[in-house]
């Protein structure tokens, strides 16, 4: 299957076999689990035109080159005679590249603590200023409204609802005394 496959495809055959992508990932299980060598992907790379031949010849050649190359900037640099000439190495074997981490001392380690330890202080402080929650108040006009339409709701469903609506009334007469008792005049004396 596998080898009518790859003929199809090197013969520059148009669909040589239309194939899904659950069948295309089954083949590739299938090719890497032969225990495939970099030496075959290697060639696959070359023969895909994907990577170029490597020569270690030409390598050792670019090697004298970019010393070359490298000489002939910096003397063009200098005849161009500027106070602080850049130096070529330096731009291109950057000295901090080499640096992978920087490895902490005990005296910043202590300090980036205190720092985290201020911080928490400062955000555990905001959030302990005032944890209170002031409920509304709601005026006796409000309740009677929403008692109103607890009534309506209750009248709208089907079945026994009288206990419910029982209640309901109960409380609308709790309030009309209340509001009335709001509305006896009290003398000066009640307010000292």
């Known amino acids: 299957m596998y080898y009518q496959l790859l003929k199809d495809t090197e013969a520059n055959i148009e669909n040589p076999e239309k194939i899904d992508i659950l069948q295309a990932i089954r083949y590739l299980i299938s090719a890497w689990k032969i225990d495939v060598t970099e030496k075959t992907i290697y060639h696959c790379f070359l023969h895909c035109k994907i990577r170029t031949p490597i020569n270690n010849e030409l390598q050792d050649n670019n090697i004298t080159n970019i010393s070359e190359v490298i000489n002939n900037l910096q003397d063009q640099i200098q005849k161009l005679t500027y106070h602080n000439p850049m130096d070529v190495q330096q731009l291109i074997n950057y000295p901090g590249e080499e640096k992978i981490t920087e490895i902490p001392t005990d005296d910043s380690i202590l300090e980036l603590a205190k720092e985290q330890i201020r911080k928490e202080d400062i955000i555990e402080e905001n959030n302990n200023e005032d944890d209170s929650f002031e409920r509304p108040k709601i005026s006796i006009m409000k309740a009677q409204e929403t008692l109103e339409l607890l009534e309506l709701f209750w009248l709208q469903q089907d079945g026994d609802n ?31």
């Not at 419910?164 to 009335?180: A, W």
């Not at 009290?186 to 000292?192: A, E, I, P, Q, V």
Request: aromatic share 10%; charged share 30%; glycine share 4%.
């Open 162 to 192: 009288h206990k419910v609506l029982k209640s309901i009334d109960f409380q609308k007469k709790e309030l009309l005394l209340l509001k009335q008792a709001g509305l006896i005049q009290k003398s000066l004396s009640d307010y000292f």
